[in-house]
Each structure stands twice: as structure tokens, then as C-alpha cells.
């Protein structure tokens, strides 16, 4: 049973470039969730979404970042113009939502280096 | 601005004893709530979830919840040294759309 897959596991990229992140959830589940940990940091929420609907993007930078989940395909965080500050690694987690709060499981992660 | 407080630690303890992980929540509403194990440069592994007051065992570990004074905490009976990491305590906000981290406790068992 495949766990949460992300890629790429690391990607590196200029100032001023586009970075494309992807997830695909475990099988079976339908709840897309996905986190930022910067150096020394601690995880932080950035947007919750299903298929074709962001749920939650309160954890969201207003400006240079989206996120999506077609109704086919992985979902898609998307940084645009990136800065050295955009440098973390970036976490994506799936739940089956069978309740409130339901455990979230996490992909091994894409670490970012903005150079 | 809902937090999670835990002691970043590292708490130190010899193998074989008992490692008592501790964490506050200031969501008086919140619902549920998770402990997850990272080893460095490595993604959150989920060790346990709990909802209702009171312990909850599994193993070798203990999660223990009382919400009345907003407090959570894991236990590890017989520590190894391969429990050594940062342990996360994690919870879900109101609406269960995000899980709020806590900046982890580093544990360390010494051989």
C-alpha cells in the first residue's frame, strides 16, 4: 500500500524562478493538507484542499503561492518569482477524512534550495 | 493566535528508562490530538492519536490527555536509542482543516 508520494525529493532553483511541487495522497484517501518547515522551525500549515476545492488557505502567503488538486493528478503547490526565504522543506499530507480532525499521514517531503 | 508549547528539550535519558514528553494548547475547542516522531531530514511519522481524557497505550508508548487544563503528553517506557528524535505534538484546530505544530522536543537516549 503506497504511502504519500511527493516529488521532487529535492529541487533546486534561482531567484526569480517558478518552483512546481506535487503530491499524490495514499490510495483511498481524498484530503490533501500541505506544511512548510524552515530551517530550525517548526511545521507550519499552509493550505488544506479536496478534489478541485481549496478547503483552508489561511497558512497561505498572499502573494507568489498557489495550490490545487485537479480532478486527476497530484496535487500542485506552485511558487512563483521564489526568494531565498522560500527555502524549507515542504511537507504534504493526505487523511481519509472519515472525521473531524482526522489523522494526517506525510509524504517524505520536497526540500526547496533557492539559490 | 492558536499555539502549541512544548520544551524543546533535548531531554536527555539513559536507555531503558521511561522519556516523558510534555505539551499545552491554547484552543480551548480543539478536538484532537497527535504525537509524531522526525528523525533529521526526514519527514513526520505518526506515533500515536488521542481524543477523549484520559491514557491511551499502544506499545510502548503512552499518550496521555486532559483537556480541561490543556495538556498533552507521551510517554516512552523503555527507551531505545533508536527513539532518538524530535517528537511533535500536534493539534487539530476547530474546524479540523489544519494541525497546529509545536516547535518539538529533541530526545536523546543514551546507550
Known amino acids: 500500500n503506497a504511502g504519500v508520494m511527493q516529488n521532487p525529493r529535492h529541487l533546486v532553483r534561482r531567484r526569480g524562478q517558478e518552483a512546481r511541487l506535487r503530491c499524490s495522497p495514499m490510495k483511498g484517501h481524498s484530503h490533501v493538507y500541505w506544511y512548510r518547515q524552515l530551517p530550525e522551525e517548526g511545521l507550519k500549515f499552509m493550505v488544506y484542499l479536496q478534489k478541485e476545492n481549496i478547503i483552508d488557505e489561511s497558512g497561505m502567503p498572499k502573494e507568489r503561492f498557489s495550490a490545487e488538486f485537479p480532478k486527476e493528478g497530484p496535487s500542485i503547490l506552485r511558487i512563483q518569482q521564489v526568494v531565498r526565504g522560500d527555502s524549507a522543506a515542504y511537507f504534504c499530507?493526505?487523511?481519509?477524512?472519515?472525521?473531524?480532525?482526522?489523522?494526517?499521514?506525510f509524504g517524505p517531503g520536497t526540500r526547496l534550495t533557492v539559490l | 493566535q492558536k499555539e502549541v508549547e512544548q520544551n524543546s528539550g533535548p531531554l536527555s535519558v539513559p536507555e531503558g528508562a521511561i522519556a516523558s514528553l510534555n505539551c499545552t494548547y491554547s484552543?480551548?475547542?480543539?478536538?484532537?490530538f497527535f504525537w509524531y516522531r522526525q528523525y533529521s531530514g526526514k519527514s513526520p511519522e505518526l506515533i500515536m492519536f488521542i481524543y477523549s481524557n484520559g491514557d491511551k497505550e499502544d506499545g510502548r508508548f503512552t499518550a496521555q490527555l486532559n483537556k480541561a487544563s490543556q495538556y498533552v503528553s507521551l510517554l516512552i517506557r523503555d527507551s531505545q536509542p533508536s527513539d532518538s528524535a524530535t517528537y511533535l505534538c500536534?493539534?487539530?484546530?476547530?474546524?479540523?482543516?489544519?494541525?497546529?505544530f509545536g516547535k518539538g522536543t529533541t530526545l536523546s537516549v543514551s546507550s
Open positions: 484552543d480551548r475547542g480543539s478536538q484532537s
Open positions: 500536534a493539534v487539530a484546530n476547530q474546524a479540523g482543516t489544519a494541525l497546529i
Open positions: 499530507a493526505s487523511s481519509p477524512r472519515d472525521r473531524v480532525g482526522d489523522t494526517q499521514y
